[in-house]
């Protein structure tokens, strides 16, 4: 949850390690701190944001340091529970992603030996223990320390007298990036790319030793492990604003692009060179959490359209305890920053029971891809706004993919089907971009409606999940009550909340739910509540049913779900601007989730 920056190098490091960690503020900002090895070590800490660190901190002298911005899960968000944090002879600095769960005893234990402490976090007791193990030799100190260690971690600590970073990393995302004279470490290749785009990802279990020229990585037996660095395709301005006023913003507008970039190659390869071949699998599932999870549930009537395939979808915690079935499915998991630690988990207790995995995610190299038999990569660039909105449109690319993949495979799906598939998934980027024409009307809409307290969104079929999906974007950044439905089960209770200042979205595009659509519509306008129905440009019709109407270019209903969820993060995004709500970073949420 939180962010982790590392630099060792010939250059001061201290504007360098600020410079990295802005960019890795959406991963938490309550607080933040740095660490520079110089003279001496020289430590700085704030509550808030990274510009209060930036403005209120001395100049720190020295080419080797830590920083880290925090969003807190043990211990209030204040200054002293804010990294890096210190052993009690302030020589050891540390900063830490995850969770240290036996935390408690290790602290207990550390007293009783003198140690004192000087926060409340679980981090601490990590430079309480390399104190007690330094025998000299950094790395090994660390190692020692990780032994006592039991949790989830991605650490970093530096020690005054030595020109190194040490590095560690337990199911929380680490990479190194290679410099010419100088290394980096980020928690997130988009902090490094300004510097470096040659990186080397962490395995769970290793830890590192990163120092100016070198970086060497050990196994958790101790052996020396040789990875070859990969070179990061994403460009500085990939990671920028680029003239737009959020993240969300550019994100939502780089979608007919990062579709186009998910599709190319793959159609038409998808007979010479298929996901997988012969395989042994009856029924696919589908695990993943909240955006990625909308992704699973409008995967689910992809797949089974396509290839005939039963397909069930489960949320990434709930896994654990579903009993093992005598099905053998192949286990599909969903994640845009292929680090959610619940997905994550449910990966491995799939291949525990023995299934075929494969993973959906955007990161090259993040932790998912190293723990599943084939990964399809969404390739939408890094996405920085918290919410997520390009990721998920891919992931929705990659299911089409898969649904056709398996479809040749189960003989569903003929050479015309084929054909016609690539011809739709063509179209699908000019389906968007005539959404993103409307943002004007759009940002209308969300001005007209942006005091409502509740909104609404149903559908049917398909675009029942993209109801879903609606509705967890507007209460993620807009902080407006969002619920999504199937229409069908407004009669069965959610009724009774409508009233006039309830407004209700209606997906109600021309496909075999459409009348019924209308009527649901009919029952939601008889209770007073203002609907905004999302159809097909020439339906006529919608307009005497609904308050307001968006239109989407007329598509096959099958891929309605692409441009019908570019309306709903544009109304999202409006009605959080609207209220002046801060977008890119909502309260309380971080973009990955890195703790169960
Ligand atoms: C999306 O807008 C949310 N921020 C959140 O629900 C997210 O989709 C979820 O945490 C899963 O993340 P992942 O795709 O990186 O696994």
Redesign the pocket.
């Known amino acids: 949850m939180c962010g982790i920056v590392g630099y060792a190098g010939g250059r001061e490091a201290q504007q360098i390690l600020l410079d990295c960690l802005k960019r890795l503020e959406y991963r938490g900002y309550d607080s933040s701190g740095i660490a520079v090895v110089g003279a001496d070590l020289q430590l700085f800490k704030s509550k808030g944001e990274i510009a209060v660190l930036e403005s209120s901190m001395p100049v720190m002298k020295g080419s080797f340091g830590i920083a880290h911005t925090r969003w807190a899960t043990q211990g209030k968000p204040t200054t002293e529970n804010a990294h890096p944090l210190a052993d009690c002879s302030n020589r050891f600095a540390v900063v830490h992603n995850g969770i240290i769960s036996n935390f408690m005893d290790l602290r207990e234990s550390l007293q009783k030996d003198g140690h004192t402490f000087s926060s409340e976090t679980d981090t601490e007791v990590f430079s309480h223990l390399v104190e007690s193990e330094y025998k000299g030799d950094l790395l090994e100190a660390v190692r020692n320390a990780l032994k006592r260690v039991d949790g989830t971690y991605a650490f970093a600590v530096v020690t005054h007298g030595k020109d190194e970073v040490v590095a560690a990393r337990n199911e929380s995302p680490l990479v190194i990036g290679l410099g010419d004279g100088e290394n980096f470490l980020a928690s997130d290749v988009t902090a490094l790319l300004k510097y470096t785009n040659l990186m080397v990802y962490m395995s769970d279990g290793e830890v590192a030793r990163i120092t100016k020229d070198s970086v060497t990585i050990l196994d958790r037996e101790g052996r020396e492990v040789k990875r070859e660095p990969q070179r990061i395709s994403w460009s500085l301005d990939d990671a920028e604003k680029g003239g737009y006023p959020h993240f969300m913003l550019k994100e939502i507008f780089e979608q007919p692009n990062a579709i186009h970039e998910s599709m190319l190659g793959r159609v038409e390869s998808l007979e010479s060179e298929p996901f997988f071949q012969g395989s042994p699998f009856s029924s696919v599932k589908i695990i993943?959490?909240?955006?990625?999870y909308h992704a699973g549930l409008t995967g689910k009537y992809i797949l089974e359209e396509l290839s005939r395939t039963p397909t069930t979808v489960q949320i990434s915690s709930e896994y654990r305890y579903s009993t093992a079935s005598r099905e053998n499915p192949l286990v599909v998991l969903?994640?845009?920053?292929?680090?959610?630690l619940d997905?994550m988990a449910a990966a491995r207790e799939a291949r525990k029971r023995g299934h075929r995995t494969v993973g959906i995610a955007n990161v090259m190299g993040s932790a998912i891809t190293r723990e599943v038999d084939h990964v399809i990569y969404t390739r939408a660039g890094p996405e920085i706004g918290?919410?997520?909105t390009k990721?998920f449109v891919t992931q929705l690319v990659a299911m089409y993919l898969l649904g056709m993949d398996l479809g040749m495979q189960t003989k569903a799906m003929s050479a015309q089907g084929k054909r016609s598939m690539i011809g739709q998934l063509r179209n699908l980027p000019r389906a968007v971009q005539d959404v993103l024409n409307q943002a004007d009307e759009i940002e209308a809409l969300a001005k007209k409606y942006s005091s409502a307290k509740d909104m609404f969104f149903i559908g049917r079929n398909i675009n029942y999940p993209i109801a879903l999906e609606g509705a967890?974007?507007t209460k993620?950044i807009s902080y407006i009550h969002g619920e999504g439905f199937p229409a069908g089960e407004l009669k069965h209770g959610p009724l009774a909340l409508l009233s006039k200042d309830s407004p209700v979205v209606a997906v109600a595009v021309k496909d075999h739910t459409y009348e019924k659509m209308l009527g649901n519509i009919s029952e939601v306008s008889a209770r007073g509540s203002p609907v905004i129905a999302i159809g097909f440009e020439g339906d006529t019709e919608l307009a005497k049913y609904a308050d307001d109407v968006i239109y989407i270019r007329e598509i096959p209903p099958l891929f309605s779900p692409v441009p019908v969820i570019v309306v709903l993060q544009l109304l999202a995004y409006y009605l959080a601007r609207e209220r002046g709500c801060p977008i890119d970073k909502p309260k309380n949420?971080a973009?990955?989730?890195t703790v169960e």
Do not use: D, R
């Open positions: 993943a959490c909240g955006t990625s969903v994640t845009q920053s292929g680090e959610t997905t918290v919410a997520a990721t967890l974007k993620e949420i973009k990955t989730v």
